[in-house]
Structures are given as C-alpha cells and as structure tokens.
C-alpha cells in the first residue's frame, strides 16, 4: 500500500525548467498592443482563458512564489537571470532561468486556508490569451490584483528548447507597436506583488 502512495505521488507531483521573459505594465494594454499580439505575436493561436490564482505571501522574496492554481499547488523559484538584452529597437530585458515543482493534487480552494490564514493568500486575476511558435509560448495578461489593474506580455520556453530564442524575439519586436518594455519593467510575480503590497 505504501508503494502505492508513492507512485501515486510520483504521477501528481512534477518538476519542470523553463526560460522566460517577462514585462509588467500598469493600467490596462493600450490596443494597438492587443491588436498586435492578435495578428502578429507567434504564429499559432493557443487560445484564452480567465481564472483567479492565489498566491501566498512571501515578505521580500522576489525569486521565489507558492500559489494555488486551479486546484493544484505550484512552488517556483528562480534559478538563475541573465544579462539585459535588447530585441529590436524597444525592448530589452533580463532572460530568467525557473524551476517549477507542481503538486496535481486536487485541492478545493475552500482547504488553502489550512496551509496559511487567509490574510497570508493574495487573489490575482487574470485575463490571458497564448500564442505558439516553435516551443516558445507568448501571452498577453491583464491582471487585477485587489483594485490595481496591471497588464504584460510574456515569454516562456522549456530550458532545453531556447536556441532561437533570441532571433525569434527580435523578429516579434520589429512590429511591436505599444509603450516600450525596458529593463525596468522585466521581472517575475514575486516582484510584482511586494510592489503592490508596500503601496497598499
């Protein structure tokens, strides 16, 4: 029986490796940046979906995140950040290396508060649409997070499916047409919510 357990936790429990690109911008995505993701970002459309995740509270950890997603528990943390890049004329960023370890146990949401009170579990709402190229996965997110409305655009590859990363991105860049995606607006979750919570 106990053999059992264990290979039933085996099949729920999985660890993956991905490369990813990230940029956050307040407010809501201007058009034109929709419009563009729609018609121009990567060739195959994935689809869309809308869904809140519940992310637990870390105090100044920006590299490492624990969140309910969908009934299943997810824990990543931040392995490595590479140098700033520039991809075209306007965008630049710092590529992240993440290890995510999911647990696909099926947990009702009703139960996270006995991991944690409920105070400790920030609701993050999202309104993301996916496109598909050549292993990369781009999306375009809007997000609520209590009254704030963020939005980015976003992209993630597995760790061993990166060799044209680069050149793909500087393609996507030349017909980009919103605000800039510098530097300073590349980073992860974990940074984006110790940003909100400390102007709450």
Not at 55 to 67: D, F, I, M, N, Q
Not at 84 to 107: N, T
Request: aromatic share 12%; with cysteine.
């Amino acid at each position: 029986m106990l053999e059992a357990v264990r290979k039933k936790q085996a099949i729920n429990q999985v660890i993956e490796n991905t490369i990813e690109l990230r940029w956050f911008k307040p407010g809501v995505p201007p058009i034109e940046v929709e419009e563009w993701f729609d018609r121009h970002c990567l060739q195959n459309k994935v689809g869309a979906e809308v869904r809140t995740d519940f992310y637990l509270y870390l105090p100044e950890s920006t590299t490492v995140s624990y969140k309910w997603r969908q009934e299943n528990l997810e824990l990543k943390w931040r392995q490595a950040e590479l140098e700033a890049q520039k991809f075209g004329e306007v965008w630049s960023g710092k590529i992240e290396k993440w290890s995510k370890w999911i647990d696909r146990q099926e947990l009702p949401q009703q139960q996270l508060n006995n991991f944690f009170p409920a105070k400790f579990w920030l609701a993050v709402s999202k309104q993301r649409r996916q496109r598909q190229e050549a292993g990369i996965t781009g999306e375009l997110t809007k997000l609520k997070i209590d009254s704030h409305l963020w939005w980015s655009i976003a992209f993630e590859m597995a760790d061993d499916n990166c060799h044209n990363t680069s050149g793909i991105l500087d393609r996507l860049s030349k017909t980009y047409c919103g605000p800039q995606l510098s530097v300073s607006d590349c980073f992860a979750y974990p940074r984006l919510l110790a940003e909100i919570i400390l102007k709450t």
